[in-house]
């Protein structure tokens, strides 16, 4: 299966049965996120401990295919990681939307696992903030402590 089957695959089975889809009562970090362009919304939540690990993240709104998977897959790729980890994987999976299959190298996508299937966003610059806007939202959410603040191109509500 070459690259594009997998992403198909993969955005229509989280675009359908996304994972960790719910509010979390009580959560410590929530941000909200809007990209104006397409009009996706999206609530990203998370629980961390006293010793910067996430515990649990979830998300709701509506979106589009593309970002309602991308959300899915940013929860389960970040459950049990530190904040600091957390951070350091957003920043990869934007640097792979930014290059793409072509201009990232082996390391970067083998770091990013089943996240690379999103390598060619990149390809269809319109879907590149629809891929982005659930990992904007959680940095925003990790960022700012039990408040609502965004960075990039999401605006708070």
């Not at 089957?5 to 719910?22: S, V």
Request: aromatic share 4%; with cysteine.
């Amino acid at each position: 299966m070459d690259l594009r089957e997998l992403y198909q695959e993969t955005i229509l089975d989280h675009n359908k049965a996304p994972r960790n889809y719910g509010e979390i009562p009580g959560a410590s970090h929530t941000a909200h996120g809007h990209n104006p362009l397409c009009g996706d919304r999206v609530t990203v939540q998370a629980c961390v401990d006293d010793q910067g690990r996430i515990t649990e993240v979830r998300f709701q709104g509506n979106g589009c295919a593309i970002s309602t998977a991308s959300a899915s897959m940013l929860t389960e790729a970040l459950q049990g990681k530190t904040v600091a980890e957390a951070n350091t994987l957003v920043d990869r999976f934007q640097e792979l939307i930014r290059l793409g299959a072509d201009g990232s190298d082996e390391e970067l996508q083998a770091s990013l696992g089943k996240l690379a299937v999103f390598a060619g966003v990149c390809d269809y610059p319109s879907r590149v903030t629809c891929a982005t806007l659930a990992w904007h939202t959680l940095r925003s959410a990790l960022e700012t402590t039990g408040a609502d603040a965004s960075t990039g191109p999401v605006t708070t509500e």
